[in-house]
């Protein structure tokens, strides 16, 4: 029959299409092939396989980073990328079917989730054979108390990142500010005189999106953001925090456009000052190598103190992890300085090891002076689940009174009810 | 739905017959067969939609009772059944409200829209079957096949209110600009009015598929009749394409009742909650939280109000017919 | 020609312009973002976020495109889609004929079942990501291509158009094959898929399309980049906070292009299709 036959023909070429493509689709292609066997003797104490979980953008050049550890150790890395997007999915997913990498990077916005889905292993105990990982090497932001609230050691730093007070030089000259404000009352008095409506100039930019900032200005108000667990947008320190953040925009300094793109916005000089990340140092670097000279970054403004955000990613090792000493082997040479100066040289993120900063090459880098300084006071957004229900709270209720113009007094009441809801469930 | 014969449905090739053997069958074996036979051809689709449509949907029902979190999922000994509590925090809850609200908003205004839009186009490609008005059924099909990610790129470059095209051209014609996604209400409608151009390209080809299937015979009969061209097309035409119609109506109605898409990646439901859909609100409070069972309970919520319209719409079109 | 057939030839021509100046300039905002797509993948980064905006670049260049090679595995994903598109039309089969089966054999079973179909449009995918990736888990199928296209291998809104089409093949033709003595199989191949060879070209054409652009499934049911599909492939480009909007554009473009290219071949036939036996 004339049909079945072409009908019958189209199946079989479909199945035959579908195997080829996916039998092509074969083997991984990237990591180097496992080393000699000159360290065989101690390849009976660990396997000889990782997995490893890394961010999407930067997988490639990761595996030419660990390509050394591969060929010294004997053990075959495999990196598996996943999108910055994706991350919670591919945890859930994990966490349900225990099926996981052997280490994985995690954002540090998402550690608590890690922490609450019991995916990662406890390393304290295994520490002490691994002299790069410890804690002395890093950062007090990110002494192990800070990041496992519960106790015990769930992960390491790998990278750090911060925020600084980007400037535009020339437009602060020609507005006659000699420097970059270093106080909160010097911020908002320049903002005000740089700001030009009618031109559509700006003196600061906030990000609506920017869930950090209220909190850095807590602790430049010399407060907490939590305390004993709970949430607390009630103290005085939150309070002057957010009298600041809103008259920033009650003095009109502040752009109220939600989607305005902070790069163009600095680079075409619509935004004189705002607190970013050296992301956008490299946006703009990229984008507007003319605009060298006129831009720089300092610290940011202080009212009690000059603490801003540490961020970034830490590694941790999986629970259910069947190679716990390769993994520990593999942190172990990740947070080797020298390691953590060729990643920032490959992939532009700041190392988390503090020694790796004594290099010439991020010493030699103005920029990263800046960052570097500001990196010695700088601590972690709360590792809680707490703090990720409450964070969207407490933008939207600041967003709602500077924007919309919604009630300020009970605005901030509903924001405190919600809180304490949060602050009540488990 | 009657059956009525399909015109010429058949090529040439399909009516050449099929080989005879003897017949020596009673009438009465066929009407087991029959039965036998329907459910051969459909089980392995319903098995596939079993296992993967209605058993997510029967985990969720069950979950909705739970306190499930993603520490559940690591240790399911630790979950509780915590009965209606989940439900009863979402009816207590402003945002669900303003979310539902939205959603029906939306869908009030959106699924008549599209209709209506995507029977003009429909109607105006029909006009000629040239090379031109090919070329533009393929442009106007082009929404539909785009990867999300493309047009919510391209239409947030668009709407942004520094550097993007519609604020351009306002201020060409000395109009000031709008903050098409950062204000509440300008938001709701730009979110609104993707999810329309976007949702145009199919219908108006189903739509443009009926119309062509109506018979000439008909309305060469109005016409003789003295029937105007607008009388001929509102009483000829139009219940000619009575399914298809209501076909694109059901299936924009389920689609729109499930809005996600758009203000997902154009708004994250800004400005302020202000385009947070039942779906989206779902997507943030529950899922990305983690929140499992709370986030089970809505979803359940939303099949049941979706369940209900669908019947509800397939009861009154048998009515009609 | 008699004067009143040309004048009314001549009205007929207006007509016709003047319904297409509308439609044309509704076509173009339609086309607008696609050309805009295209023009700024070939752009430099700082053309592609300059105000006032430029339609087309004045410089071209291809960096994005060869950065999607060369940062992603670009190929291979696009053989991993290639073969989902493949697989997706082998459940384009079992979806016509669960259709044929509500259609033509109607009993209160089936036609529950065929509701329970459709409650499955209605739920969103979120919530049956955890369970299905247990099931697909359980049954080994993780990290495979088949396993991936399982989720979506049926597609409801697929049955649904199968069964309102298949209803109006007469029976009589149907019987007729019976006493001939053919099988079911036979008719079903014989007779009920040509005869609906335009809802199988529409549903094929959604099938490829979703098949083409799937991500959820594909990022959840994959244990390592082998299995990753274009979709997936291009979210991996996206920073955590500035993306290069270049080579999205790109990527995006790399991915609708095809799309493009095929429906403008196959629409000749979806609507000639249609002509022969409309959906009434």
Redesign the interface.
Known sequence: ???SRRAATALVATLILTTTAACAAGPAASTTPAGSASEASSAATYGKALTVWVMGDSATKFEQLIAPFETQSGIDVTVEAIPWDSV?DR??SA??SGKGPDVTQIGLSQLA?FL????LADVSADLAAYPNLAESNFPSAVASTALNPSGGVYSVPWIADTRVLFYRSDLLSAAGIAAPPKTWDELRADAKKLTDKAAKHYGYYIP??DAPLPVTYTWQAGGEIMADGKIDVTSDAFTKAADHYLGLYADGSVP??????QT??FI?G?VAMLVSGPYLAKAVAEQAPELDGKWSVATVPTDVSGTSLYAGSNLGVWKNTTNKVGALMLLNYLADPATQVAWYTSNGDLPAATKAYQDAKLSADPLVQVYAEQLKDARLLPVS?KW??AS?EIL?AL??IA??GADKGATLKALADKVATINAG? | ?Q?????????A??R??????P?ARAASH?RP???W??????????A??????????L??AGVSFT?L???G???PETIRLVGAANYVQLAGDPEFWAAFALTAGYVVVGVPLIAVLALA?AT??N??DGR???L????????????????S?????????????FN?LL?LVGLPAV????D?ASAQIAVGLVAV?RA???NS??L???L???PGEQLEAAALDGAGPVRRYLYVVLP?????LG?VVM?TL?GW??F?DEPFVL??G????ATTSL?LF???RG????E?GY??AG?IV??VT??AV?LIQLRLRKAHD | MTKTQSRRKARERV??VL??V???V??????L??V??VA?SVKTRSEA?????QLLPSQWTFAAYTKLFTELDFLHYMLNTVALVGIGLV?LL??A??G???A????RA?GW?FF?????????A???M???YL?VNAAGLTNNLVGIA?????S??G?FLFR?FM?????SLL?A??????S?LRI?F??AL??SR?ILI?QGL?TV?ASW?SFLWPLILSSSQRTYTL?VG??LLNKQITTD?TV??A???L??LP??VL??LA??H??AG???????
């Open positions: 029959m004339m049909h919670n945890l859930t966490v349900a989730s609450k889905g019991d995916a609506q999106w109220t456009a939600s989607d305005f793109d163009t916005g075409s619509s689940t990720d229900a969207s939207n967003n709602k924007v919309s488990n | 739905m059956s009525s014969p399909a015109p010429g449905g058949l090529a090739s399909d050449r017959p099929l080989p005879r053997r017949v066929r067969t029959s039965r036979a329907g459910w051969g051809f459909a089980l392995p689709a319903l596939l939609v079993a296992v993967f449509g209605l058993m997510p949907i985990v969720a306190d979190d993603i520490a999922l690591a240790h186009v105006g490609l006009r000629s031109f008005f090919r533009l059924r393929t442009l106007y099909f082009l929404p539909a096949v785009t990867a999300l990610v493309a047009i790129v391209i239409w947030k470059y668009m709407f942004n209110g520094q550097f993007g095209l351009w201020d903050n098409w996604l950062s509440p151009w145009i390209g199919l080809i189903i443009l598929a009926a062509q299937g109506v000619q394409i009575r399914f298809a076909f299936t389920i009742l499930q996600f708004t994250d800004g400005p302020v909650g779906s779902l997507f943030k899922f990305r939280l983690n499992f986030a089970s979803s939303l099949l979706i369940a669908t | 007509a016709t319904i297409a509308p439609l044309t509704g076509a173009l905002v339609c086309a973002p696609f805009w797509m700024n976020v300059s105000y006032p905006p459940g079992l979806t004929m669960a044929y089966g509500f033509k054999f109607p009993g089936l079942g329970a179909v459709l409650m499955t449009m209605m739920i969103p979120q919530v049956t955890i369970p299905t099931v399982l989720p979506t291998l049926v409801a809104f049955v309102q209803i109006t093949i007469p029976d019987e094959a019976r006493i001939d003595g053919a079911e079903f014989a007779i040509p005869v335009p529409v959604l399309i652009n979709s291009l979210s909007p999205q554009m990527g995006a473009a991915m609708t799309i493009i429906f403008f629409q000749r979806i609507v249609f002509t022969m036996s409309g959906i009434k």
